[in-house]
């Protein structure tokens, strides 16, 4: 038996990797699973994209490239938050990674000691803490509930805050709760940061997902101070449906960004050249497909919102971006005969033939997470075989 490295013992596997593993083995043996955990568009990436990384593999680009990304995907991402946020950045202020996942990695290991903490509200992503963790950090927890809209206030993270905080993540529009923070709680949670001398780590790979009266601000857009102390994380895979082309950056503080890209040089010497050429033509070529997918799950949540809110025992907010529903499914649970939200899903799975992700995987354990990164027509069955599976079982 191996002996392993203590760091990767108190790892816990991604609870949305497991549901969709455990339903594509029940997909594999005939049974109809409608799936609702996929954290992906079920676009095709646009064809001009396609084409775009063809002819970069015809043309022989197929070399090694600059660890820290190509410098025309660098200014790519430069032009795109000039243009979309009015921020200023050079060169050296960005890195391209694997993915923005592989980016947050990255990051926390060049930033974090040992004990040192990071402020990470709840829900979460998942891999935020596990991430914080294998750096020898440590996750410090803030509670954003349902009636705050799953968004702390100042106060909480000022209580939050010891001699150890290095940072804090923020993920407007978050996954899993699709909400986004206002201009205006924003600038409050800044001036907190400032006070503080915190970096503010700023994951926006959903901005282009917005539906409503809403808009994305970018926390970096308040200040020069904010600018200073944000690390931008974002990238390709959500606005582009580009999810499996791994391609994502940050852009913040010089030293911080050179530290990244020489880890990066030792760790995946550069992200693939061709899905490079990809995300160049992502973001200079034309951005209707952007649209028409921001539109299509719109068109879907207005659908399937009202159908959810249905569902005895369950209590959504609606969703200001992203393509999630988090609804509160506790007294769903206690009402169909189960000790816990999780088993709740798992008899989801077996006996109504529908994936979910618990929310105990986002810090969330009275809720469970839908996506409709989905067809309408599989959504509204999904749907209707939840609400069947509810009432069928449900004793008062």
């Not at 923005?100 to 891999?127: M, R």
């Not at 970096?199 to 808009?215: A, F, N, P, Q, T």
């Not at 007294?331 to 979910?356: C, I, M, R």
Request: hydrophobic share 40%.
């Amino acid at each position: 038996m191996a002996n392993l490295a203590d760091r990767v013992k108190t790892l816990t596997p991604s609870t949305t990797l497991a549901i969709t593993a455990k339903a594509n083995e029940l997909k594999a043996q005939g049974v109809d699973i409608i799936g609702l955990g996929a954290g992906e568009p079920d676009y095709n990436t646009p064809d001009h994209i396609l084409q775009a990384a063809y002819q970069s593999m015809m043309d022989g680009k197929t070399k090694y490239t600059p660890a820290g990304g190509l410098p025309a995907l660098k200014q790519a991402i430069i032009d795109k938050l000039q243009k979309d946020q009015n921020l200023t950045y050079q060169a050296n202020e960005v890195m391209v990674g694997v993915g923005a996942k592989h980016v947050l990695y990255t990051l926390f290991q060049v930033l974090l000691n040992e004990g040192d903490e990071v402020i990470i509200p709840i829900p979460y992503w998942v891999s935020y803490p596990e991430q914080v963790k294998l750096a020898q950090g440590v996750p410090v927890y803030i509670e954003a509930t349902a009636s705050q809209q799953y968004k702390i206030s100042p106060q909480q993270l000022r209580e939050a805050i010891t001699d150890r905080t290095k940072a804090i993540v923020l993920n407007t529009p978050s996954n899993p709760t699709g909400m986004i923070y206002s201009k205006e709680e924003l600038a409050e949670i800044a001036e907190v940061c400032r006070e503080f001398d915190i970096l503010i780590v700023s994951d926006e790979i959903y901005e282009k997902l917005i539906y409503g009266d809403v808009s994305h601000t970018s926390i970096a857009e308040l200040s020069e101070d904010a600018k200073q102390r944000t690390l931008i994380i974002n990238g390709v895979s959500k606005s582009h449906s580009m999810t499996g082309w791994r391609i994502g950056y940050a852009a913040g503080d010089s030293d911080l960004i050179k530290a990244m890209t020489d880890l990066a040089s030792h760790s995946t010497s550069n992200p693939t050249t061709t899905s490079q050429y990809a995300a160049i033509e992502a973001y200079t070529g034309p951005q209707d497909a952007v649209e028409e997918m921001r539109q299509a799950f719109e068109s879907r949540l207005e659908a399937i919102f009202p159908k959810v809110e249905a569902i005895p025992g369950f209590q959504v907010i609606r969703p200001q971006g992203a393509f999630y529903l988090l609804p509160e499914v506790s007294e769903a649970a206690q009402k169909t005969g189960y000790d816990s939200v999780d088993d709740f899903v798992t008899a989801l799975l077996t006996e109504a033939n529908v994936a979910v992700i618990p929310g105990s995987g986002f810090g969330a354990h009275s809720t469970i997470r839908l996506s409709y990164a989905t067809s309408l027509e599989a959504l509204t069955e999904a749907v209707e075989r939840i609400h069947q599976f509810v009432t069928s079982k449900w004793k008062d």
